[in-house]
Structure formats: C-alpha cells, structure tokens
C-alpha cells in the first residue's frame, strides 16, 4: 500500500464511524445503501453459505419426491436428536466473539492513551523554560516515536507509506536529517517499529535530563514528564505484545468447525419438513427463512469477530491508524505552539527578589537590610506589604 491508499481507507473508516454515530439502529435495517459496509454481503457469498445452501437443497429434494422417506413419526425422532447441539455452539460462538470484541477494545484503549501522552508531554515542555528550539525537538521526537510505533503491527504499515508521508506532511523530518537516517540505521519498516519508537523516547527522555540539569525544568515537572514517556512506551509496546498474544489456532479452527457443522445439520433437519403432503409455506418459505436467520447469524459473527481482533490491517473495521497519528501531531504542534502572556526570565528574577525580599532577617537572604542599618521600622519591610499595612 502507498501512502495514498492508506489516507484513503482511513477515509472510509471514518465515514464509517461518523454513520454509526449518526445511525438510529431501528431504521438502519433499511438503510440498504450501505450493504457494501455490512457483513451480510461477505457471508452471502462465503464457501460456507453455499454449503449450507447445498445440504437444504439435497435434503428438501429427495424428501420431496420420496427418496428420502418423510413419515412424520420418523421425522419427529430425527428432529429430536439434534436437541442440545444449539447450546455447545451457541456458548463457543459467543465465548470466541466476545474475547475478539475484547482485543478490539483493549488495543483502542492502548493507542489512545499513547495519544494522548504525547500532548501531556508537549504541555510539560511548553510550560518549562525551555526553548522553543528544544519544545519542538521533544514534539518531533515524541511524534516520530509515535509513528514508529505502528510500523510493523501488521504488513500494512511501513516507514514509507506511514512515517515518511506523514513526517513530510507534518514537517517531523526531512531526508537529509538525523533522525531520517537513524531509521534507515535501524531497519524500522522492513522488519517492525520497536527499535525506532524506543530510541526516539530515549532521545526524549534525555532532552528532559537536560533541562533539569540546566535549570530550564524543575524536577516534579521533569518526573511527570517521564511517567507519561514510560506510559506512552508501555502502550505501544502492548500493541506489539498483542500481535504474539494471538487466538489459538486450533481453538479458532474449533469454532469453525463446530458452527458450520451445526448450520448442516439444521439445513438437512430443515429439509426433512418439505414432505409430499407439507404446504409450501409450512415446508418451504419458513424454512427456508428460519436457515436463513441462523446462518447469517453465525457466520455474521465468526466473520466480524476475525477482523475485530487485529485492527491493524486493511479491514473498514480496523482502527484509523493514520488519522490517530495525524491528529496526535496537530494537537500537540497546537500546545508548543502557545504562547503563554509570561516573560519567564524577568518572572524567575522577580521570584527570587520577593523571596529575598520576604525572608526573616539574619537568615542571609540576598539584598537583606541588616536590623542595624534600617532598625526594624517601617524601612526594613518589603515595599507591598509595607502598602496594605498602611492602607
């Protein structure tokens, strides 16, 4: 995929989300545009649907015209013996969904929250005295690192179609620059993206080890900047843990079986009731309509419970990788980008005149009148709280 098409499926994604949010689920069942979007066309010509469809058909035929013999009697016991398969199939179908709906929810959660440590780290470095030089490093690196962290979730994404479009699209970097060379250096987009969000953090961290040093960021602010570097790696890391912690195969291979097994059945049991002496609509239409409904059903949710537990591919399902790292990069170039109505230098001198000016006498305060020069009048107290005592 090039960076074009990964802007565009991106696009789809979000006219997705945007449509559910705007949905009302009473009419949306007729909302036929849309089908496209659904699982329904997916199923309707899966391998499955039409063996599902092959089985009615067979047995619905050679019952019909004999060859199959129909006594009701018979029929009843043959309806009889499937009782119970419902629930076994039923309890693996919702177990399997229910923990792909989990991973979904779980990997949403960890990219947002690494979003969102990007801006608390931002605001950090804004409201310290460092530069604006240094500040715009910290966002570069820290979205860079970001970048870096989805290469190689999945084959979709790599340093060309996603760090290098939307580095040139943010201005993070150029090709003759440093950190452009660092990822080639480090094979990030070939191979996966961990070595290149980890050395970008690094490079962060130490920027902040510097303005403590420097005096350009107390040690609380430098702290709280840290824990959210170490939050913000301990994510993307889980997104990578993610992609080894994976479904078991065979239990997967379980669940299909089992469910497409159970659907033969019902199809052949469905057949059964299309007898010479059976109408059409007690043999045939609500049959048919009843297989239909189980079917989708089923399939519906083995279909969607695949996709749901790797959101980083090529699904409409998946999550919008890219607009979560372009959105990420606008909203922290907004936050170094503020400028706060405070002259930091004069504000620093003027903190430490009021302190000194406010300590208790004796105590070596810089710019102290000693009691013997200025007694312990009036002259000797700092010129504010002089004023409020006399008004």
């Known amino acids: 995929m090039s960076y074009d098409d990964t802007k565009h499926a991106d696009l789809r994604r979000k006219h997705l989300l945007h449509l559910t949010r705007r949905a009302d689920p009473l009419h949306l069942v007729w909302d036929v545009r849309h089908l496209t979007y659904t699982a329904l066309p997916r199923v ?32 009843v016991d043959e309806m009889d013996s499937i009782d119970g398969m419902e629930l076994l199939v039923t309890f693996n179908l919702v177990f399997y969904f229910g923990y792909c709906y989990s991973r ?43 970048l870096a962290g989805y290469v190689g979730l999945s084959p979709v994404y790599t340093r060309v179609n996603l760090i290098e479009g939307l580095a040139r699209e943010h201005s993070l970097m150029h090709r003759k620059s440093y950190e452009f060379a660092k990822l080639a250096e480090l094979d990030v987009g070939t191979t996966t993206g961990p070595a290149g969000y980890g050395e970008f953090i690094v490079w962060v961290l130490r920027a902040i080890e510097c303005a403590v040093v ?21 994510g993307l890391t889980g997104l990578f843990d993610f992609q080894f912690h ?68 090529t699904d409409d399902e998946d999550l919008p990788v890219h607009h979560l790292v372009s959105r990420a990069c606008e909203v922290s170039k907004l936050v170094i980008e503020s ?7 004069h504000a620093h001198q003027h903190a430490l005149h009021s302190r000194a000016d406010l300590a208790p006498q004796g105590q070596g305060a810089p710019n102290e009148s000693s009691a013997g020069d200025k007694g312990e009048g009036e002259e000797a107290m700092h010129p504010q709280l002089l004023a409020s005592l006399n008004a």
């Open 339 to 345: 400028k706060p109505p405070i002259n930091w230098t």
């Open 44 to 75: 309707v010509r899966s391998v499955n649907m039409l063996c599902i469809i092959g089985a009615y058909a067979a047995s619905a035929v050679t019952t019909r015209l004999g060859v199959w013999s129909s006594e009701s009697a018979m029929l």
């Open 246 to 313: 994976v479904i078991p195969f065979c239990y997967v291979h379980l669940v299909a079986l089992l469910t497409n097994c159970y659907l033969m059945v019902v199809a052949i049991a469905k057949g059964r009731l299309f007898m010479a002496e059976a109408s059409m609509a007690r043999g045939l239409i609500l049959p048919v309509l009843a297989l239909s409904f189980l079917s989708i059903s089923c399939l519906s949710l083995i279909e969607i419970g695949g996709r749901m537990q790797n959101p980083f591919g």
């Open 214 to 234: 420097e005096g350009k960021m107390i040690m609380a602010t430098a702290e709280n900047a840290q824990a959210q570097l170490l939050q913000m790696r301990a």
């Open 104 to 146: 979904f929810w779980d990997q949403q959660a960890l990219a947002m929250k690494t979003k969102n440590c990007i801006s608390m780290v931002c605001s950090l470095a804004r409201g310290s005295q460092m530069s604006d030089a240094e500040v715009t490093n910290v966002w570069r690196w820290l979205n860079l690192a970001h």
